[in-house]
């Protein structure tokens, strides 16, 4: 009965007060009420025997309590009830975290809002959009409650549709999974009944043909799987990845390939982010200022709420007189996560200069005065407003 269900920390318990190895604390962070407990004992960092033990004892004992597996979030029903003006998290806020929690379930190409046919460069560009306004990040020190797991979850999906949908080799594999699943969705032909027709859905997907042809699917995903895990435990994160994501791919329904990708493709995006800005600020130091665009706005994929990364990409498409709308997203952004910051503040106020919005400069250049009073370049670019 457990299996088919999703445990959660019963109401009231305080996990801080348990006594737990290292291994049973790791095991019981991984219990967010929308785990599976048959997936739990393929993640839980223990064998799924102890994991079994643990989840059953802890059952027993109150800490636990079962949920139905599926139930639709919360959110999908009398989400008003959730708002909560006392959390550091606007309400318009709370809502569109509400509302995409709720469209979870939907295709990737969907959950990006990009149609199926989008190419890389706009599945690209709508991840970066969405990664702005969803990154767990981008609320850090800030108190918003249960919003945090929702955030983790929501951001969660919005990798693995990106990371699945821009890489081809695995795009053509979810793009054959779509295209099953809309055959199988297609309404009843003319004068036939709808049994009739469920039956003959069923009929197909017995045949033995198919059967063989799933059984290699699923096949292929576990050696995917247990390559990328292996790869995992090695710390090499980014063929890690590459491996779960496409164990996802050939078996899109396994959600235990879904919970671990989450924590892999981490790993792989801090390394890959890393390297990035590694790489931007090399270019700096060759003054080969359009290659270090280049690699801060990539880095910025992977770690979007980066201050600095932010306000490198700004002063550079300021600099290299480009799309100055670009310069002030990434300046705001700076002066957002960081706004007692004279250089950021400095900067915003010298993109509005360039664009001819002198009240907005004027506003951003005093707010760096205030913080600095004696910033010369600050009094200079005021003195140049006039």
Known sequence: MEAARVPRLASGCDPVQLPLSPAEGYLLSRV????????????GGLEPSEVESCLRRWFEQGFLELVEEGKPPAAAAGSEALLDPSLDLPIKAQQQILALEARLDRPYHELLGVPRQADAKAVKLAYFELSKEFHPDRYFRRDIG???????????????????????????EVERGLEESRIEAAPALPGMAESAQAA??????????????????????KNFFECGMAAFQAGRWAEAAASVRL??????????YKESFGAVQRK???????????????????????EALRFYEEALLHRPHDPEA????????????????????????????????????????????AAGLVVNARRELEAALRIDPKDGVARAELRALG
């Open 32 to 43: 967010d009420g929308r785990t599976p407990w048959a997936v739990l004992r393929e993640i």
């Open 146 to 172: 249960p919003y945090a797991a929702r955030l983790e979850h929501i951001f969660k999906r919005i990798v693995e549709a990106y990371e699945l949908l821009s890489d081809p080799a695995t795009r053509v």
């Open 200 to 221: 003959r859905r069923a009929r197909a997907a017995l045949h033995p043909a198919n059967l063989r042809q799933l059984a290699q699917r699923k096949g292929k995903a």
């Open 247 to 256: 164990a996802i791919a050939f078996d899109p329904a396994n959600q235990a």
């Open 268 to 290: 792989a995006s801090e390394e890959r982010g890393n390297q990035l800005v590694h790489k931007a600020q090399h270019a700096l130091e060759l003054r080969d200022h359009q």
């Open 310 to 353: 932010n306000y490198e990409a700004a002063r550079l498409v300021l600099m290299l007189g480009e799309d100055l709308k670009r310069a002030k997203d990434y300046a705001a952004r700076a002066c957002e996560l960081v706004p007692e910051s004279v250089a950021y503040r400095r900067t915003l106020g010298q993109i509005y200069r």
